[in-house]
């Protein structure tokens, strides 16, 4: 029975960490209910700091890709997006203001890296309140984002516009990516490739800023 258990729970982990290039296999299989998974996944990558790891742009690109075949509904596929972007970003403010600055204090774990707390409250710092937006098209960025915003008590209005202007632009941007490009011949018979190409291009910001925040801080130091 356990074993069951666990082969079960590494097969739904997997196909949850995977399911930008499993979506197929889910849409054949979960029908209707597949937006719901969609929805879920979003939800948490944008919403919980312990799951920067979940499918986010490449996701997105490959929900618009079966939608140009009619297998999602566009138009559901981008309220469903939209909202658990908007919804998970809310969330995640909330926790930063709940648990304020004492999280800075908390050790790593395996499902909490301290570092990238500290990578985005610097890019935060450089770019202000737009870094709401900014972030939501950088991986692990656009987790910790909202919650250094929360640790911050930035103005919730301002936060919410800035939040609800992020989550529209990343959905409509990927989506349509995806919608009018992904059933392209060499993108369909190189799709796991592309995929990765987007996952790889989507780090790239964020591999810049922690760059220049670890030389800034390497410098200050050499200054003292």
């Known amino acids: 029975m356990l074993e069951t258990l ?13 399911l930008d290039v ?15 998974i969609l929805f879920v996944v979003i939800f948490c990558e944008t919403g919980l700091v312990i799951t920067p790891f979940l499918p986010g742009d490449s996701l997105l690109f490959a929900a618009g890709a079966f939608a140009a ?8 596929l981008f309220i469903i997006i939209a ?3 908007i919804l998970g970003n809310l969330l995640n403010y909330q926790i930063g203001s709940y648990l304020g600055p004492k999280v800075f204090k908390m050790e790593n774990s395996k499902l909490f ?3 990238y707390l500290h990578k985005t409250e610097a890019f935060y710092e450089k770019h202000g309140a737009k870094a709401i937006i900014l972030s939501r098209f950088m991986p692990i960025l656009r987790t910790f984002a909202p919650f250094v915003a929360g640790i911050g008590k930035m103005n919730y209005g301002k936060f919410f516009l800035y939040n609800f202007i992020g989550a529209i632009s990343w959905a409509v941007l990927f989506l349509s990516g995806g919608y009018f490009f992904g059933n392209l ?10 995929i990765m190409l987007i996952i790889v291009i989507s780090l790239i910001p964020a ?4 760059i220049q925040h670890h030389w800034k801080k390497k410098i200050d130091i050499q200054n003292k």
């Open 113 to 115: 890296n301290k570092e």
């Open 207 to 210: 591999v810049k800023e922690f």
């Open 185 to 194: 011949e060499i993108v369909k018979n190189n799709f796991t490739a592309v």
């Open 69 to 76: 075949t009619g297998s999602l509904q566009i138009f559901w």
């Open 83 to 85: 909202a658990a972007a």
């Open 22 to 36: 499993k979506l197929q296999w889910v849409i054949q299989t979960y029908d209707v209910w597949t937006y719901a």
């Open 6 to 18: 666990i082969a079960f729970f590494h097969g739904f982990l997997d196909i949850i960490l995977h």
